[in-house]
């Protein structure tokens, strides 16, 4: 069994950055993919970013070369750093902790990009 935490999520104007963290606890962090999600009002959820175990990072076209995942397996921590928000970027974020058929969502935190 696997807890996630987000934080840092909040209100920033167009152009402006924010970096959201997650905490895990409860299985060895290090074996998960840990990823990002989000979900807009009246949209599904979609992916953001994700990082292996093993360091492959994967980024949705929408981010690419704005936002930036890491991980600490150290702390148990996952993080996105998102720069140049735009509007669209307006949902909640959900980290996600995935290994073979274990699948762990947190309960999201909101990121309101307006000005």
């Known amino acids: 069994q696997v807890q996630l935490v987000e934080s840092g999520g909040g209100l920033v104007q167009p152009g402006g950055s924010l970096r959201l963290s997650c905490a895990a606890s409860g299985s060895i962090f290090s074996i998960y993919v840990m990823g990002w999600y989000r979900q807009a009002i009246g949209k599904q959820r979609e992916l953001v970013a994700f990082?292996?175990?093993?360091?492959?990072?994967r980024y949705a076209d929408s981010v690419k070369g704005r936002f930036t995942i890491s991980r600490d397996n150290a702390k148990n921590t996952v993080s996105l750093q998102m720069n140049s928000l735009e509007p669209e970027d307006t949902a909640v974020y959900y980290c996600n902790a995935n290994y073979l058929t274990r699948d762990y969502w947190g309960k999201g935190t909101l990121v309101t990009v307006s000005s």
């Open positions: 990082m292996t175990s093993g360091g492959s990072i």
